[in-house]
């Protein structure tokens, strides 16, 4: 009996030799509660890195779209002499009288062109920078027009509808002088009430009158006084958008019947004006 004891004694001694001797060989690694802290750090640094990546491609894709919002527009030389050219163009559907007219602002365009030392870029629309839209607007009109040409007619009805509602479906026969109305359409698209009359002139009485302009400030201008026609106006109004030595350069309506960029000497400037809020 004490034989078999002892035995047992021997086996239980032996057993616990064994496991301790077993013990110091198991790699720290595969301890559950090591596996759970590291697969919950690798979890972590997975997550971190991916919200990384995601946050990388986020402002890369932001700052795409950033730069795809961005609308602008560069005058350059070229620019001036190719609206002088498309004034030229249209000069043979005009009469003699704004033929006269038309002639005056090519050479002024020409002239202008030779001024311009350095292209001038104008900001039309910018996720980053308050700018005010209406000549974004205008811009649109221009650009449309030169695109589709005589099929752009059609909308001369939006503009002049705008401050005379009852003209809707054709064209009036009688000439009319639209380049207030191009404005106030203009302004009407950016939520903004404008004189809704139809003479330039009315626009000195709108919004504020203000010294330095700001790009698309309503620029109020003297053209040649009329001796024949008195119903046509003597002054003529548009959009600003930049100067050279001698000449302040516009686009506006009504220019050989259609949307243009025209440049006219600085002394036949009336005002500038601005929203008054």
């Not at 640094?45 to 700052?63: D, P, Q």
């Not at 003209?167 to 809704?196: C, D, E, Y």
């Amino acid at each position: 009996m004490s034989d078999n004891k002892s035995d047992l004694q021997d086996s239980v001694k032996e057993y616990d030799t064994l496991e301790e001797a077993f013990i110091p060989q198991v790699k720290w690694y595969h301890n559950e509660t090591v596996q759970l802290v590291m697969g919950v750090g690798l979890f972590l640094l997975i997550t971190t890195t991916l919200v990384g990546l995601l946050s990388v491609f986020s402002e890369r894709l932001s700052a795409y779209m950033k730069a795809k919002e961005t609308f602008s527009i560069t005058i350059t030389k070229k620019v001036l002499q190719d609206s002088a050219r498309l004034i030229q163009r249209n000069t043979k559907f005009l009469d003699s009288e704004d033929k006269q007219i038309a002639t005056t602002w090519i050479s002024n365009l020409k002239l202008a062109a030779k001024e311009l030392e350095q292209p001038h870029k104008i900001l039309l629309k910018s996720p980053t920078r308050r700018i005010f839209p209406w000549l974004k607007f205008a811009m649109e009109e221009y650009i449309r027009q030169n695109k589709f040409g005589a099929q752009y007619n059609n909308r001369l009805l939006l503009y002049i509808a705008i401050v005379d509602p009852s003209v809707t479906r054709t064209l009036p026969t009688k000439k009319i002088a639209w380049a207030s109305h191009f404005v106030n359409w203009i302004l009407a698209q950016a939520s903004i009430m404008g004189t809704q009359k139809a003479a330039s002139g009315s626009w000195l009485q709108w919004g504020k009158s203000i010294e330095q302009p700001s790009i698309g400030a309503i620029t109020v201008f003297k053209i040649m006084q009329h001796k024949v026609r008195d119903e046509l106006p003597t002054i003529q109004v548009g959009f600003f958008l930049l100067t050279t030595e001698n000449f302040v350069i516009v686009l506006a309506g009504d220019v050989a019947n259609s949307i243009g960029i025209v440049a006219f000497k600085k002394a036949n400037l009336v005002e500038y004006r601005w929203p008054s809020n």
